[in-house]
């Protein structure tokens, strides 16, 4: 039988390029208006499950928030992961 947990539906998803796109794509319809500006089409790195944009804005898909650490109340596990947000140095942006 096949362990469909949230955790093993999450994984699943990181490891297809379609649907880790569609989950990056969600999560940016997410950011503010100031944020969401000048982000563009953004490039999709697939191998890093990111998507950089042009401002350097960074969405970052993750497990869980702490992927470390066991699921719990603070650490919940959800079937799509998490999308974190971090801004790249003007030098790393290409």
Do not use: M, P
């Given at each position: 039988m096949e362990n469909n947990s949230p955790e093993q539906m999450a994984?699943?998803?990181?490891?297809?390029?379609?649907?880790?796109l569609k989950r990056l794509k969600e999560a940016k319809k997410c950011l503010?208006?100031?944020l969401?500006?000048?982000?563009?089409?953004?490039?999709?790195?697939f191998e890093n499950k990111r998507l950089i944009g042009d401002?350097?804005?960074?969405?970052?898909?993750?497990?869980?928030?702490?992927?470390?650490e066991p699921i719990g109340y603070n650490n919940q596990q959800t079937t799509i992961g998490?999308?974190?947000t971090y801004f790249l140095n003007k030098g790393e942006i290409k």
């Open positions: 994984i699943k998803l990181s490891k297809d390029k379609t649907l880790l503010s208006k100031s969401a500006h000048g982000f563009g089409k953004g490039k999709y790195e401002n350097g804005i960074v969405l970052q898909w993750y497990l869980r928030n702490n992927e470390n998490c999308v974190g």
